[in-house]
């Protein structure tokens, strides 16, 4: 089955940086568009950034130059650098791969606290 292993979350001051991972199985990797997505207390989940198999990526106006998202095939693995974080980037990071626009397979989430 498709598992998705999330890592990296942590407590962070503003400014700083952190670098999350998400380990994927059950999956052909590489054939696989991911994304990174987040969620803060009583609001949506929102997309923050997507890398397709060609590694063309997608990021939310927010994040544009600041996040980057990239992926390791031989590792199955996608990784999503955060820097100049924001007290309002704070939220449960969750990692997806995406089979259609309806369908995602989602990871347990990672919390990312960012202090001011």
């Known amino acids: 089955q498709v598992r998705l292993v999330e890592s990296g979350g942590g407590l962070v001051q503003a400014g700083g940086s952190l670098r999350l991972s998400c380990a994927a199985s059950?999956?052909?990797?590489?054939?696989?568009?991911m994304g990174w997505y987040r969620q803060a207390p009583e609001k949506q989940r929102e997309l923050v950034a997507t890398i397709t198999s060609g590694e063309t990526t997608n990021y939310a106006d927010d994040v544009k130059g600041r996040f980057t998202i990239s992926r390791d095939n031989a590792k199955n693995t996608v990784y999503l650098q955060m820097n100049s974080l924001k007290p309002e980037d704070a939220a449960v990071y969750y990692c997806?791969?995406?089979?259609?626009?309806?369908?995602?397979?989602w990871g347990q989430g990672t919390q990312v606290t960012v202090s001011s």
């Open positions: 059950g999956i052909v990797f590489s054939t696989r568009t």
């Open positions: 997806a791969a995406i089979f259609s626009p309806l369908t995602r397979y």
